[in-house]
Every structure is written in C-alpha cells, then in structure tokens.
C-alpha cells in the first residue's frame, strides 16, 4: 500500500490501521519510495512510500504509530489504565 507520511516512522515500527469496516496492527517490515529506493525511515511530510500490508480497500481512515511510551496523567481526578499504550496519528 502506498502511504503518505504526515510524521516521521521506520522500518519495525508497529502501527495500527484504522478503517471504518475496523481496524489491526501491523508491523512496518520494510519500505520502498515510489523511485523504487529502499528507506528505513520516513521522515514525515513529503515522503511517499510502499509498505507490505494485507489487501485491503481503504475508502476512509488512517495510519497510527503505536508508542511504547506509558501514559502520564496530569490530572488526578482522571483514572486511566497506565499500562495503556499511546497512539498518535503518524500518516
């Protein structure tokens, strides 16, 4: 699948794929520019690249990067899982 990148991520990353019919996990094993030139990152705005994913027909949705970062709270009335992984949209 061809991917535009809006943030920076790499090769081993794992990222989640996020459709209206659901969504999965996927780790990003390799990537190839639209010139055929193998990347291990990509840096972000800009970079258009191929990824192995399975065939899928994406009218809607996006790409997030998952982190293996703990979630701080800020907030001590908020009660949240901290071992709750944290997501941001990477494309």
């Keep these: 699948m061809l991917i535009e990148a809006k943030n920076k991520f790499s090769v081993g990353d794992s990222v989640e794929v996020i459709l209206p019919s659901g969504r999965f996990n996927i780790q990003v094993n390799s990537m190839i520019t639209e010139f055929n030139e193998v990347l291990d990152v990509a840096k972000g705005s ?6 192995p994913m399975p065939e ?7 790409i997030a990067r998952n982190f293996d970062e703990k979630i701080t709270i800020k907030n001590k009335n908020i009660k949240k899982d901290l071992d709750q992984k944290i997501r941001r949209p990477s494309w």
């Design 46 to 51: 800009g970079y258009r690249v191929w990824i």
């Design 56 to 62: 899928i027909k994406p009218e809607l949705g996006f």
